[in-house]
């Protein structure tokens, strides 16, 4: 008796899969791209560079009254790089993890002194300014400098494990399979790349989104993976959630938000007003303290980071 045909497996070169890929995703986002001030050409590679530090974690919507504030008021490094730390997160505002704040700070300060106050276009350049790990230096040389980059973040992750691994969520992490495949969907030719790094970014926060997402609309549905699976639920651990209320992060912006609203240093007593648990307000004071976003000052002041 003939045995059963087995299902082919899918092969381990996806070039052919990225080729087919390209020209559609591309050709979408040439229609249907977000006129974002970071994209236009009057930003150049500091607009970039803000607007990748300031997205990560944070939606576009709370992102744009910042960036547009931020940027007028530091068009360039060395304009940043002149104020106190504290100053930034101060400007920073409630866009959330605020350290983001300080190691763009560090950067501005570093791309002053060892680059004459330019955004370095070199790759290597990029990743060694303080606060900068791969993902940012990868986007900035592709979407300010139009490199050949893997530009890798959750947006992207989702489109590549769904159209060409065929399954709904990327693993938690990014993994060294999806950074190989990143780098084997690349197109070859550096304008296309760049091209390409944005337009599958874009597919993903618009598209094919984390929920509800909308395959009718989607411009490779007909080569997706996970659609032609029949699109099978998730079957790897649980996806993290994003709890905020009554945790440590929570409490710190609260806490925060006294010092940024502060002319002058804030004594105890202000800080203590803003979270009744007693326990839990001195941990997270603690930890901005540790974490640079706070200074402490004698006789129970605080204030936001000089130096």
């Not at 209320?245 to 609260?254: L, M, S």
């Not at 000052?297 to 130096?307: A, D, F, Q, S, V």
Request: proline share 9%; net charge positive; hydrophobic share 40%.
């Amino acid at each position: 008796m003939t045995a059963p045909t087995k299902p082919m497996p899918m092969s381990d070169s996806p070039e052919p899969a990225g080729e087919a890929l390209h020209g559609p995703v591309i050709a979408w986002f040439d229609a249907n791209a977000r006129d974002l001030p970071w994209r236009r050409a009057d930003a150049g590679p500091w607009g970039v560079m803000v607007s990748e530090f300031m997205l990560q974690q944070t939606p576009v919507s709370r992102v744009l009254p910042v960036y547009e504030q931020w940027i007028a008021r530091w068009p360039r490094p060395a304009d940043l790089a002149k104020e106190a730390p504290g100053e930034a997160v101060r400007a920073w505002g409630r866009l959330g993890y605020p350290r983001r704040a300080l190691r763009l700070h560090g950067a501005a300060v570093a791309i002053t002194e060892r680059h004459g106050g330019d955004v370095p276009a070199k790759h290597a350049q990029l990743l060694a300014l303080p606060g900068i790990g791969e993902y940012t230096a990868a986007a900035v040389a592709s979407f300010a400098y139009g490199q050949r980059h893997a530009v890798l973040d959750t947006n992207v992750r989702r489109v590549f494990a769904r159209a060409v691994t065929g399954v709904q969520y990327p693993p938690n992490a990014t993994t060294a399979a999806e950074r190989k495949l990143a780098r084997a969907l690349l197109p070859e030719d550096e304008r296309t790349a760049s091209r390409w790094a944005a337009a599958s970014m874009e597919l993903g926060a618009l598209v094919c989104t984390a929920k509800n997402e909308s395959c009718g609309r989607c411009p490779i549905a007909a080569q997706c993976a996970w659609q032609a699976a029949g699109k099978p639920a998730h079957q790897g651990p649980a996806r993290r959630g994003q709890t905020y209320a009554g945790t440590d992060r929570q409490v710190r912006g609260k806490l925060l938000a006294v010092l940024r609203e502060a002319v002058a240093p804030v004594p105890q007593a202000s800080l203590d007003r803003v979270w009744g648990e007693p326990v839990q307000r001195a941990r997270a004071l603690d930890g901005l303290v540790s974490d640079g976003l706070v200074e402490p000052l004698p006789e129970g002041l605080y204030r936001l980071p000089l130096t």
